[in-house]
Nanobody, 124 residues
Framework: QVQLVESGGGLVQAGGSLRLSCAASGRTFSSYAMGWFRQAPGKEREFVSTISRSGRSTDYADSVKGRFTISRDNAKNTVYLQMNSLKPEDTAVYFC?????????????????WGQGIQVTVSS
């Protein structure tokens, strides 16, 4: 069992930056690929980014590529999402997820554990 807790969300002006963190419980964090997803009001949850167990392989949605960076620190059981040049359309609840595979996935059904989500609001 893995418990995930997101932090670092909040309100920011367009063009600003935030860094989300997702802390995982347990001693097997390095056994999981990690992902970030988001859900805007009235919309379905969508893929944002994923990172492999080793941290060497990453993937991004086109909408965030070049602005967001995913990273992980296996010693701290934490995955990060650095979000720069934020836009109002980035406003959403952001979720981290864990997948017991080497590589991550863009498909949310392929993840085994989810955090509770954290609000990110970007004002124009």
């Amino acid at each position: 069992q893995v418990q995930l807790v997101e932090s670092g969300g909040g309100l920011v002006q367009a063009g600003g930056s935030l860094r989300l963190s997702c802390a995982a419980s347990g001693r097997t964090f390095s056994s999981y690929a990690m992902g970030w997803f988001r859900q805007a009001p009235g919309k379905e949850r969508e893929f944002v980014s994923t990172i492999s167990r080793s941290g060497r392989s990453t993937d991004y949605a086109d909408s965030v590529k070049g602005r967001f960076t995913i990273s992980r620190d296996n010693a701290k059981n934490t995955v990060y999402l650095q979000m720069n040049s934020l836009k109002p359309e980035d406003t959403a609840v952001y979720f981290c997820a864990a997948r017991r595979e080497f590589y991550g996935s863009r498909v949310e059904d392929e993840y085994d554990y989810w955090g509770q989500g954290i609000q990110v609001t970007v004002s124009s």
